[in-house]
């Protein structure tokens, strides 16, 4: 049972550039998040899911897309990436809103 | 809006000692309060959950109790390990509708053998 899967787990952006932030879930949950963690600044919700094809912004969603095709599946995508959106990105998913959160592993960005 | 707040870390501690990380919230219903746990390297693990007043969630030896009339929900252990040493974070949720978790800014916790 692989939980949530986040790829890749490392990379590095120059300013400008754009990447997709994947994340697949093999435990049938509707509910997908997309969380920013910045030092000290605890998690910032950028994104959410109620399932396929329906997506809502969270907290901090400027500069980022997301799509949910699938169940399985909620990529984040960064468009034109600037030095303040350097952070660990996490996914998660739920079975209901708001309960039992299942974090994927991370994906730490740099831009420069 | 909803928010909730952590003391501010590190805390350092050594073996065997008891531990509290102080947790306080401001919601406008009647919320579901969370600690995670967040190991180096790792993404946030659920460690305890309570989901009305005065309930107790425990695991691991941690506990914390929903203090209504407080707004807390103090997270204690009576003995810590070096293996204990994370990130801890409270969070809540309004359990209604699409309501999602929020998360205090997390209190490190460095345990010495």
């Known amino acids: 049972n692989a939980g949530v899967t986040q790829t890749p787990k490392f990379r590095i952006l120059k300013i400008g550039q754009s990447m997709t932030l994947q994340c697949t879930q093999d435990m049938n949950h509707n509910y997908m998040y997309w969380y920013r963690q910045d030092p000290g600044m605890g998690l910032k919700l950028i994104y959410y899911?109620?399932?396929?094809?329906?997506?809502d912004k969270g907290e901090v969603p400027n500069g980022y897309n997301v799509s949910r095709s699938t169940t399985e599946d909620f990529p984040l995508r960064l468009e034109l990436a600037a030095p303040s959106q350097t952070s660990v990105y996490f996914c998660?998913?739920?079975?209901?809103?708001?309960?039992?959160?299942?974090f994927g592993s991370g994906t730490r960005l740099t831009v420069v | 809006g909803d928010s909730v707040t952590q003391m501010e870390g590190p805390v350092t501690l050594s073996e065997e000692a008891f531990l509290t990380i102080n947790c306080t919230y401001t919601?406008?219903?009647?919320?579901?309060l969370f600690w995670y746990v967040q190991y180096p390297g790792e993404g946030l693990q659920l460690l305890l959950k309570?989901?009305?007043?005065?309930d107790k969630g425990s695991n691991k030896g941690f506990e914390a109790t929903y203090r209504k009339e407080t707004t807390s929900f103090h997270l204690e252990k009576g003995s810590v390990q070096v293996s204990d040493s994370a990130v801890y974070f409270c969070?809540?949720?309004?359990?209604?509708?699409?309501?999602?978790?929020?998360f205090g800014k997390g209190t490190m916790l460095l345990v010495s053998p």
């Open positions: 309570a989901t009305k007043a005065d």
């Open positions: 919601a406008t219903g009647y919320p579901s």
């Open positions: 969070a809540l949720s309004e359990g209604s509708g699409y309501s999602t978790l929020t």
């Open positions: 998660a998913s739920s079975l209901r809103p708001g309960v039992g959160y299942t």
């Open positions: 899911s109620v399932g396929a094809g329906i997506t």
